[in-house]
């Protein structure tokens, strides 16, 4: 259990964050990427997550997310997109946090399996909504630009993550 001084800074680091990813969330939402493929997106809130993930730990980066989805959706987008993006959140995290665990990856890597997954999360999402599964068509260039923005967002979250403070959060497990 976190104490006094640790556990204020954990809060208010997660309060910061928080901000971060309502901010890059909207940012996105201004940003029309358009190749033609519906859902490809920059992915600039998994950035925050990631690090939110590394400094606060697997619990405080899921609910990050998830106030992050909520706040976002009530605030700049509709039901439809809120379900898309919880779904895709909630595909990333799980993804995100089992590669983490398994020591394999790097923060890009873990990065990657969290676009890759949300991607996956958002079609399922399509899918039950539409009632086809013909919206899996996609998931070749989502693969792809889950992949690419993953992995850039990984590389980026790996240098904040060199230089926030260690004293903001835990201290990474490497």
């Known amino acids: 259990m976190k104490r006094g001084k640790e556990r204020s800074r954990s809060v208010a680091l997660f309060g ?38 590394y400094r606060l730990g ?17 605030t ?4 439809a997109a809120l379900l898309y993006s919880m779904a ?12 983490e665990k398994s020591g394999w990856f790097g923060e890009a890597g873990v990065s990657i399996f969290g676009g890759i997954a949300h991607n996956i999360g958002q079609l399922g999402a399509a899918a039950f909504v539409v009632k086809t599964t013909g919206v899996f068509w996609y ?8 992949t690419v923005t993953g992995a ?8 904040v993550l060199k230089r926030l403070p260690r004293s903001a959060g835990r201290e990474p497990e490497r």
Do not use: D, H, W
């Not at 901010?23 to 939110?52: F, W």
């Not at 700049?76 to 039901?79: E, I, K, P, T």
């Not at 850039?152 to 240098?159: K, P, S």
């Open 139 to 146: 998931f070749p260039v989502l693969l792809m630009a889950g």
């Open 152 to 159: 850039l967002i990984g590389m980026l979250a790996g240098e």
């Open 88 to 99: 895709g959140a909630a595909c990333s995290l799980i993804c995100m946090i089992a590669a």
């Open 58 to 74: 697997e619990q405080e980066a899921v609910l990050l997310s998830f106030v992050r989805v909520v706040l976002v959706g009530f």
């Open 16 to 53: 910061v964050l928080t901000a971060l990813a309502m901010l890059m969330g909207y940012i996105e939402t201004l940003l029309p990427i358009s190749i033609g493929v519906p859902g490809v997106k920059l992915g600039l809130a998994n950035l925050v997550t990631v690090i939110a993930m």
């Open 76 to 79: 700049f987008g509709n039901m």
